[in-house]
């Protein structure tokens, strides 16, 4: 059936529509990094008011994309977490009031959920026994994915994801928000060997990630800068920032692969945008025989037909919400992918 996707988790505000095989009929994002930007980070109360202003319009606007009327519609699916509890409230408010409206199924489904259903939203043949990176400005996780549906952890930054330490980094380095793409674009005119960045290693689990002491390392550094020398070598200190995040999202993501025994390898998240990320993932998997599975740049960053596609799966899973759902701001991933919360491979 056709599925409405709604994602508000946190300061985008998209809608899109898959017809009942998959295909995007259209996928509507707006931004709000203008109402952001001056904070240097998202301020969830601006957030969740961007939303109330802008969800119906994104919504009609998707429509209107996909040539279709609200009567068309076969289901609605929702991001009920995790992230911001207002944005999120906004969103599944006005789901829960769509699909009440027009007597169709609602369904809640994961933020996490959403950024794996992105790998096979152009690639429905790519393995679904693969291993699963998710980077973005939220998670760093390493699933074991099966054929079934099932996800088992097998590795998580135990402090800040890639993606903030992305967004810090930029801030710090005096280049803006959102960080990601503005250090990705600094990087590209500098060399990533000329100021060398600790890369880190969790004793506490083999597969686990951590950027705080990366965060730290450039802070030092730069405070035994004058501002004129953090001007000079900006574009060099991204690139080495940035190899530093890359060389560690690299190494663990192929030690998963090697332990999972799999030949296929997924990854997803706003992380996955990186230039510099998709290059060293192209050619290492190249090198190793393993297929590799890279959402199209639409569908890296928050977008609703990553959350419509998993909406399709849940569907298929009979996994209905009640009009009573609510917003679950630090929710795990659901039963159905893999007893009852996430679980770690021990």
Not at 38 to 45: I, L, Q, T
Not at 77 to 92: F, M, Y
Not at 271 to 287: C, F, H, K, Q
Not at 292 to 298: D, I, Q, T
Request: charged share 20%; net charge neutral; proline share 3%.
């Amino acid at each position: 059936m056709t599925i409405l996707g709604i994602e508000t988790s946190c300061d985008e505000t998209a809608a899109a529509v898959l017809d009942g095989e998959g295909h995007v009929l259209a996928n509507v994002i707006s931004s709000q990094h203008t109402v952001h930007e001056r904070f240097g980070g998202v301020v969830p109360e601006l957030a969740s008011r961007a939303h109330i202003q802008n969800v119906d319009h994104v919504t009609r606007r998707a429509l209107d994309a996909a040539g279709l009327t609200w009567q068309d519609l076969g289901a609605i699916a929702v991001t009920q977490g995790p992230g911001l509890a207002g944005a999120l409230l906004v969103g599944i408010s006005y789901a829960k009031s769509l699909a009440y409206a027009l007597g169709i199924p609602l369904v809640g489904v994961s933020h996490l959920e959403g950024h794996i259903a992105s790998a096979w939203i152009d690639r429905p043949s790519f393995p679904r026994t693969c291993v699963v990176l998710i980077a973005s400005g939220g998670h760093t996780h390493l699933f074991h994915a099966d054929e079934s549906g099932g996800l088992r952890l097998m590795g998580r930054t135990i402090d800040d994801a890639a993606g903030e330490a992305f967004d810090k980094g930029a801030q710090m380095l005096g280049l803006g928000y959102p960080g990601g793409p503005l250090i990705d674009q600094a990087a590209r005119k500098g060399n990533p060997v000329t100021v060398r960045f600790p890369r880190s290693r969790v004793r506490t689990g083999q597969l686990d990630f951590s950027f705080s002491g990366l965060k730290t390392a450039l802070l030092y550094h730069l405070q035994r800068m004058d501002q004129q020398a953090i001007t000079r070598q900006q574009a060099d200190l991204a690139a080495g920032y940035q190899e530093a995040i890359v060389d560690v999202l690299i190494r663990q993501t192929f030690a998963a692969v090697r332990q999972a025994g799999v030949s296929a390898l997924a990854v997803v998240g706003g992380v996955s945008a990186n230039s510099r990320l998709r290059a060293r993932l192209t050619e290492r998997a190249g090198e190793e025989g393993i297929e590799l599975g890279l959402p199209a740049l639409s569908y890296c960053t928050d977008n609703a037909a990553m959350i419509a596609a998993a909406g399709q799966r849940a569907l298929e899973q009979g996994r209905l919400a009640s009009f009573e759902c609510e917003a679950m701001p630090n929710c795990a991933l659901p039963a159905s992918s893999g007893g009852g919360t996430v679980r770690r491979k021990s």
